[in-house]
């Protein structure tokens, strides 16, 4: 088998890393799954069996993978982030997105100043990610911050992948407070709103429009803001004005 090619020309842990993020966050790892042998990465990948356990280690510090000694490595989620915690209440996840709003802005409109094609392809792969989740009835967070992080990474400006590395899948609101969703139907409806914003963000990157890619992100995240809000406001024992 050939090897998979990374990508950055970092430390081959740090690659790894990102790699097997990716899995995790694109769903084709899903939560409970077990990695394949250490053999096997290393044989895929094309790297030392120290490379594969450092890339291992890192990940089991930020919550994304747990072994169990005699039985193997398995994936526990998205991960909440080697060092930036964020808890469920809601005034929290209203502070990470006025964070992300400062952030990812700027990102969006450098993303559609330096995007390669290489770029394109990922963050339409997230979408696909996303849409399919939609349609079997899952929420399609972990491919949500796949979009997200892919727009960080056409930056071209590292820094922006590491924090969003560093913020972790939980960044997504419903992550975190999936019991403020809505039923089924309308909760479907609601996760393909917020897709289609998705693709405004993407449609301006792909055009290489700065100024309306830093508009999408801004109108997609200031709407996430509002939805927890309102979802918050309505929630059995919330305080009634």
């Known amino acids: 088998m050939e090897p998979t090619v990374l990508r950055r ?59 169990r000694h005699g039985i193997g490595t398995f994936v526990l989620g998205h991960g909440d982030g080697a060092t930036f915690r964020i808890d469920a209440a809601v005034r929290d996840v209203i502070g990470v997105l006025e964070l992300r709003i400062g952030m990812e802005t700027e990102g969006a409109a450098l993303a559609a100043m330096r ?56 960044m997504i609101p419903r992550a975190r407070l999936d019991g403020a969703l809505p039923p089924t139907a309308q909760r479907e409806a609601y996760l393909r709103r917020v897709n289609a914003e998705h693709e405004n963000i993407l449609d301006a990157i792909a055009r290489q429009d700065a100024e309306g890619a830093r508009a999408a992100m801004r109108t997609h995240l200031a709407n996430s803001k509002e939805r927890r809000l309102r979802a918050a406001a309505s929630a059995p024992g919330a305080r009634r004005a």
């Open 115 to 170: 995007r390669t094609s290489d770029n394109l392809q990922a963050m339409r792969a997230a979408l696909e990610a996303i849409g399919a989740a939609i349609r079997d009835g899952r929420d399609g967070a972990g491919a949500d911050f796949q979009f997200h992080l892919e727009v960080a990474r056409a930056t071209q400006n590292p820094h922006f992948a590491e924090l969003m590395t560093t913020l972790g899948g939980s």
């Open 9 to 67: 020309p970092r430390s081959l842990t740090a690659d790894l890393v990102q790699a097997l993020g990716d899995r995790v966050r694109d769903g084709r790892w899903q939560a409970g799954s077990k990695l394949p042998t250490e053999g096997a990465i290393m044989e895929e990948f094309g790297v030392s069996r120290t490379v594969v356990r450092e890339a291992i280690s890192r990940l089991q510090a930020a919550k994304v993978l747990e072994t």
